[in-house]
């Protein structure tokens, strides 16, 4: 395993539905990621949060809403999705947010809006 | 805008074959180049890391290259393995804005080899 772990690993939600999804790091990190990986596109940068503020928010519709309430947990709040928010939800974490810092992924969460 | 192509998308080969995969940028400045792997339904595991001074980085049975002039790397594995059955992808980092440093990810590599 890679240090970071997600839960749940598989969310099944109605469009009408509010879910979380969690990311914890227990490398010591200090920089947290969310990425969303659909069929058929590259992985696409969602969210970047260092030292628990946020640095990037790369145009998501407010439907997903972060939080970073320390440095070793990151959340995605869930609400009002539409089907093709359907996709694999991947978290990672890195030392730091500088070019030389390697970033280490988490198994995922797979979504599929309804 | 940085962009990421991987050829071929698809790739079935015979157990003990030799292979390459191919990745192209767009743009050349990059800090480093790195490649994945993703077996289904799951996160990515890194497995080779090279910097934009290097030209290559080794590991076991697998060989990456860089050159960063051309926009290019090559991801070459070795005598594969049944369980090296899975999406290879390449990702650049770039910089991205208000000291920022983003990857980019092409669409991935399917290697599928054959017992």
């Known amino acids: 395993e890679t240090g970071v772990t997600q839960t749940p690993r598989h969310l099944v939600m109605g469009m009408t539905n509010k879910k979380s999804l969690k990311c914890e790091q227990h490398?010591?990190?200090?920089?947290m990621y969310w990425y969303k990986q659909s069929a058929k596109k590259p992985l696409e940068l969602m969210f970047v949060?260092?030292?628990?503020?946020?640095?990037e928010n790369n145009s998501v519709p407010s439907r997903f809403s972060p939080e970073c309430p320390n440095s070793s947990h990151l959340f995605l709040h869930l609400h009002t999705l539409q089907p093709e928010d359907s996709a694999l939800y991947l978290c990672?974490?890195?030392?730091?947010?500088?070019?030389?810092?390697?970033?280490?992924f988490g198994p995922g969460t797979r979504l599929t809006v309804l | 805008k940085q962009e990421v192509t991987q050829i071929p998308a698809a790739l079935s080969v015979p157990e003990g074959e030799n292979l390459v995969l191919n990745c192209s940028f767009t743009d050349s400045a990059i800090y480093n180049l790195q490649w994945f792997r993703q077996d289904p339904g799951k996160g990515l595991t890194s497995l080779l890391l090279i910097q934009s001074s290097q030209r290559e980085q080794t590991s076991g049975r697998l060989n990456a290259s860089l050159d960063k002039s051309s926009g290019r790397s090559t991801l070459y594995i070795a005598a594969s393995q049944p369980g090296d059955s899975a999406t290879y992808l390449c990702?650049?980092?770039?910089?991205?804005?208000?000291?920022?440093?983003?990857?980019?990810f092409g669409k991935g590599t399917k290697l599928s080899v054959i017992p």
């Open positions: 490398l010591g990190h200090n920089a």
């Open positions: 990702a650049v980092r770039s910089y991205s804005g208000a000291g920022s440093y983003q990857l980019t």
């Open positions: 949060y260092s030292l628990e503020e946020r640095v």
């Open positions: 990672a974490s890195s030392q730091g947010t500088g070019p030389g810092n390697e970033q280490f």
